[in-house]
């Protein structure tokens, strides 16, 4: 590179940084993303301050007296573990455990909601135990582990109470650990089986990321594409012959079936790859070749889920996406506009994956039903959960109404920002476009 076009790249790249550093949608992007960053960080310490006030409550089966003794005991001195540096006179135990005189009552009271969890033992014919933890965690949640480690504790601990007086000690015979989750999804009435659960684990986390990413590119197009027509001038002859409603429901419609026919003519290809990979595997590896049956969870049902979510779930962001596309004038404040939409789909992600392992939950259950999160967590609660039919209709519902809501809000910002050229776009602008009369 010569000297002169050296200096003139420099030159410009200077004056475009400066230009981007004083411009104050530059200043509040940078202000909103480092308040952003300061309340992730908190947000491990806001979730332990939430869950040191929560009490875990269990109760155990046992066959006998001495062996309900030493349950209580084990389990309340493994889980019930003060933190380094705490004062056990001030600390309050997070899980509460109790006797049940029998796994009926037990179950029943699980059920209800009454307990959290009911941990049943039985001595099997050679001597070991036998536990089954009914819940309404799934097998892999952290609290299921812990009680688990817990029954092995006590599973020692019996086994230790068989020592003779004399030399010689009987085998140790591990314990089993079965767990059965209540609030797991459900075939003809009857909770599915550990593997068909993983399955939906993981078919519920493809198809949370599958969301998530269309919901961000066509998002963008929608905005981009609008901000494309008022900077080309193309938006004032629009403006004349639609109305701003008929001209943002006809963008959003377009590009997203324009997304949505993308979408298929990728999506259908690796689905039928995936259904017949194991006769591809025979014929390429051999017949001794094995593999596994990642669509054995997928129904008809889950799938005419995720299409309603998807699809509702994009009509609702696109319309915020059209609004903001209409208050800029250049493409480059696309993405620092829309960026708080952006937010807010990448926090219903995140609630949806770590939703996945407690479905059930208080917190999960209540996302499920705001707007713009439920296209994620109540997906994720209907593919791995027992979601009742006037649960899903009542945030089926709540979505669309937020939808037109959205539309009627957008309309106003639409109408007003297609025609606003050479002002800076924030938050006084939207404002001021929602409230101009009509």
Known sequence: ???????????????????????????????????????????????????????TRIAVV????????????????????????????????????????????????????????????????????????????????????????????????????TFPD??????????TYDTVSESSATEAGRPIDEQLQASRVLLATLFIVLIFITMIIYGMWVASSVAAEKGSRVME????????????????????????LQYVAILVPAVAVTAVQGRIA???????ATSGAPLAGLTLPLLLAYGMFFVLGFLLYAFLYAAAGSLVSRLEDVQQLAMPMSFLSIAGYLAAILGLSSVDSPVVVT???????????????????????????LSVALLVLSIALALWVAARVYAAGVLMYGQRPGVRSFLRAVRAPR
């Open 237 to 260: 002859l629009l403006v004349s012959a639609a109305t701003p409603s008929q001209l943002l429901l006809g963008k959003v419609v377009g590009v997203g079936a324009a997304g949505l």
């Open 62 to 161: 046992a066959p006998d007296d001495d062996l309900a003794g030493r349950m209580l005991a084990v389990l309340d001195s493994t889980l019930n573990l003060p933190p380094e540096g705490q004062d056990p006179a001030k600390w309050e135990k997070p899980f509460r455990i109790g006797r049940s005189p029998d796994d009926a009552t037990a179950l029943a009271e699980v059920q209800a909601g009454r307990l959290e969890g009911a941990l049943v033992a039985s001595r099997r014919d050679d001597g070991g135990l036998a536990f089954v933890y009914h819940s309404r965690d799934l097998a892999s949640s952290v609290r299921t582990q812990l009680v688990g480690f817990g029954a092995l504790s006590v599973a020692i601990l019996d086994w230790s109470q």
């Open 367 to 393: 996302l499920s039903y705001i707007p713009f999160f439920s296209p994620f967590v109540m997906l994720g609660r209907v593919m791995v959960g027992r979601v009742e039919p006037w649960e899903l209709g």
């Open 166 to 175: 004399a030399a010689g000690v009987s085998a140790f015979h591990p314990p």
């Open 282 to 288: 025979g014929f390429v590896l051999g017949a001794d």
């Open 1 to 55: 590179m010569s000297e002169p076009l050296a200096r003139n790249a420099a030159l410009v790249a200077r004056r475009e940084f400066v230009e981007r550093v004083r411009s104050r949608a530059y200043v509040a992007s940078t202000a909103f993303l480092v308040l952003v960053a300061v309340l992730l960080a908190l947000v491990p310490i806001g979730l332990r301050a939430l869950d040191r006030g929560t009490v």
